[in-house]
Every structure is written in structure tokens, then in C-alpha cells.
């Protein structure tokens, strides 16, 4: 009976920040930016760090730009962003395959009221003539919210990884309290 109450105060003291977060509509980490500022199509597949799972994937037209957030771009994980660019909006031949590895960087943002803080990455698709194409990397950060003092921490809600954390810390708790 002692382990029981033991293990369901420690539960609650655990779970209940977790439960009283705040869920917004932005639980994604971050976003990756690409640009095309070429005068072809291309279509793009963000790719994990061993290129075995596509994040996202789509069409940019010449010159346009698209913000891929999905997924969960986190600050400081890898990802690999593909350009497959054609002729003639996408239906002529490719002409063209680049590939770059991309860092998402802390970045601060204002969500209403409050400023967060999440990964973000600009890579920018260019031609060096002919058929030669290769991407830049652009990390200016955007700046639509300077901080007073410490930033707020990203909300529990983008922490997912966490719950296997708490999920051991309960069963050694279970262990140590028979």
C-alpha cells in the first residue's frame, strides 16, 4: 500500500506540469525555409539525417519561396534538404539534383502575446550557369521579438521526447520503493 501511494504522488508530481502546460496550435519545433531564385521549378524533399524518412516534400516555383514546418524542425538537428529541379513548371526534363545539409538555429518568435523560441533554417536554391546549380545557406535569424531579460523555454507540448524520460524515472522509482 506504501509503494502504491508512493508511486501515484510521485506520478502526480511528475505529471501534473506536463498536464498543465499550455498546448498550443504551434507544437511543431521549428521550420526549414527554402527559396528559389532560379528561373526553374524544383521540387524539394526534406529529408532525417539518414535520409531514410521525407519530412516534407513539394513543388516551388521559380523565384518562390515555401516555409516547411510539418514536421519538427528542431534547433540543432540535422536534415538534408533535396532540390530536384526541371524545365517547363516541373512536366520537362531534370536538369538538375542538389543536395544540402541544414542546422536549424534557435530562433525567437512572437506567437500573441508571448515570444518563443523554435529552429529555423534558410537555405536558398541557386544557378552558378548552365545547368549548375547549389544551395546557400541564409541562418539570419528573424527578429520580430527581442527579448527583456531570459527568453521563455519552448512549452512542454514540443517536448514529446520527454515522456519516455518520465516513464523510466517512474520505473525506477518503482523499484527503489517495493
Known amino acids: 500500500m506504501r509503494r502504491l501511494v508512493f508511486v501515484l504522488l510521485a506520478s502526480l508530481i511528475l505529471f501534473v506540469p506536463i498536464l498543465m502546460a499550455p498546448l498550443p496550435a504551434r507544437a511543431n519545433t521549428g521550420v526549414i525555409e527554402t527559396v528559389n531564385g532560379t528561373k526553374y521549378w524544383m521540387w524539394v524533399t526534406v529529408y532525417n539525417l539518414g535520409k531514410t524518412i521525407q519530412h516534407d516534400y513539394g513543388a ?59 529552429g529555423y533554417a534558410r537555405v536558398v536554391l541557386l544557378n552558378s550557369g548552365g545547368h549548375h546549380f547549389y544551395w546557400k545557406r541564409e541562418d539570419q535569424t528573424p527578429s520580430e521579438c527581442l527579448f527583456k531579460g531570459k527568453p521563455h523555454p519552448p512549452s512542454m507540448a514540443q517536448h514529446a521526447h520527454s515522456v519516455p524520460v518520465l516513464t523510466t524515472l517512474l520505473s525506477v522509482i518503482w523499484w527503489l520503493f517495493p
Open 60 to 118: 516551388v516555383d521559380a523565384g518562390a519561396n515555401r516555409t516547411w514546418g510539418r514536421c519538427c524542425y528542431s534547433a540543432g538537428s540535422y536534415y538534408y534538404v533535396r532540390a530536384e529541379i526541371k524545365t517547363n513548371n516541373g512536366h520537362g526534363s531534370k536538369i538538375g539534383d542538389t543536395t544540402i545539409e541544414v542546422v536549424p538555429v534557435l530562433a525567437r518568435k512572437k506567437f500573441g502575446n508571448e515570444c518563443e523560441v523554435y
